[in-house]
């Protein structure tokens, strides 16, 4: 059962978060990209969707530091590619249960809603980093190559299996 959460005492208006992709895109505004976000410990991971909400492609990388300053460039980002919403990777167990991961995604949520009017949709991620990790392998990339792409790669899969969903839905 997806329900919305949404959070007071923001100067703009708060943003929502989802894992109903029907009332994602409700939420969203009909036109514009989407970013998808692998959230680490160390790093976020961004894909950028085209403007048909069709294909996912890396975006960058950001070093964690401080929230503040992290969702400062997640947003200037939204804000010069004109997204109209987030699509969250949420780190759920193999048996579908939440941890620890998964609890700081949901945070990092709701605190991107006091920040931002951009829906959220919060989407199984599941072995993606593995897949990425994999496809690194038979691409025949150097450890230290992988290291550097791996998350806005991992971010890609979870912005392509939300946007083939949505499309679906549409």
């Known amino acids: 059962m997806a329900t919305f959460m949404s959070q007071s005492a923001s100067p703009a208006t708060p943003g929502r978060t989802t894992e109903d992709p029907q009332e994602f895109i409700a939420a969203a505004a009909s036109s514009g990209r989407l970013i998808g976000i692998d959230g680490g410990t160390k790093t976020l991971?961004?894909?950028?969707?085209?403007?048909?909400?069709?294909?996912?492609?890396?975006l960058e990388t950001i070093r964690r530091t401080k929230f503040s300053v992290d969702a400062a460039?997640?947003?200037?980002?939204?804000?010069?590619?004109?997204?109209?919403?987030?699509?969250?990777?949420?780190?759920?167990?193999?048996?579908?249960?939440?941890?620890?991961?998964a609890q700081a995604t949901r945070a990092l949520a709701r605190n991107l809603n006091k920040l931002s009017p951009?829906?959220?949709?919060?989407?199984?991620?599941?072995?993606?980093?593995?897949?990425?990790e994999r496809m690194l392998i038979d691409a025949d990339q150097s450890r230290k190559r992988r290291g550097e792409v791996?998350?806005?790669?991992?971010?890609?899969?979870?912005?392509?299996?939300?946007?083939?969903?949505l499309g679906r839905q549409r």
């Not at 199984?124 to 593995?130: A, G, K, Q, S």
């Not at 791996?150 to 969903?165: F, P, S, V």
């Open 73 to 101: 460039r997640l947003l200037a980002l939204a804000d010069a590619h004109g997204v109209a919403g987030l699509v969250l990777g949420l780190p759920r167990n193999l048996d579908g249960t939440e941890g620890p991961r």
């Open 118 to 132: 951009l829906p959220i949709l919060l989407w199984d991620e599941r072995l993606t980093t593995v897949e990425a």
């Open 150 to 165: 791996i998350d806005k790669l991992a971010a890609t899969i979870i912005l392509q299996g939300a946007l083939d969903r």
């Open 45 to 58: 991971g961004l894909a950028l969707s085209d403007v048909t909400r069709t294909i996912a492609s890396a």
